[in-house]
């Protein structure tokens, strides 16, 4: 069982801290912060620079602190908030990815609650350091905190469509 955890953390925060980089940098195919700013602002969100940076650093932060294994139930809400923004840009495209939907954040999201709920495993710094075991009630932390973030961050962050004039 540790060996899968161990699998599912590597890739899951690997995945989520590599989209962070994306946001900030020309690497993994990044288009530096000029790029990510570009995308918060074509998705309609204010904030500019500080908004990709707060974005890019939120899922770098979370995915490696995910991948180590290291605060397990803080690295999950983080990747459950960002995820989360992101659901939420894609939502009005529907489910499926081929359609730019929101099928990939909800995988990650949901991955990530999983791993609250099951804990880093026995190869993982909280185990080392020993934090471990959560309680399973994290998980309704990691989950409530996590979306709530994310749903407040595109409340606070999103600008209103321009009224149309006739």
Same mark, same amino acid.
């Given at each position: ?63 490696? $602190?995910?991948?180590? @294994?290291?605060?397990?139930? *803080? !690295? +999950? %809400? =983080? ?6 923004? /992101? &659901? ?17 954040? $909800?995988?990650?999201? @949901?991955?990530?609650?999983? *791993? !609250? +709920? %099951? =804990? ?6 909280? /185990? &080392? ?38």
């Amino acid at each position: 069982m540790d060996t899968g955890i161990l699998i599912l953390r590597l890739l899951v925060g690997l995945l989520v801290a590599g989209h962070g980089v994306q946001k900030v940098s020309f690497h993994l195919g990044g288009r530096g912060l000029d790029g990510g700013t570009e995308e918060f602002r074509a998705d309609g969100f204010r904030g500019g620079v500080l908004t990709a940076l707060a974005a890019g650093g939120g899922q770098i932060g979370s995915g490696l $602190l995910l991948a180590a @294994g290291f605060l397990t139930p *803080l !690295a +999950a %809400t =983080g990747a459950v908030g960002v995820m989360t923004v /992101a &659901a939420t840009v894609k939502w009005r495209n529907g489910l499926w990815v081929q359609n730019d939907g929101y099928e990939y954040p $909800l995988v990650l999201i @949901g991955a990530a609650v999983a *791993l !609250a +709920a %099951t =804990g880093p495993g026995a190869w993982s710094v909280d /185990a &080392a350091i020993g934090l471990t075991p959560f309680p399973l009630w994290w998980t309704a932390v990691v989950l409530a905190a996590g979306a709530g973030s994310g749903l407040l961050a595109r409340l606070v962050l999103h600008r209103a469509p321009a009224p149309v004039r006739r």
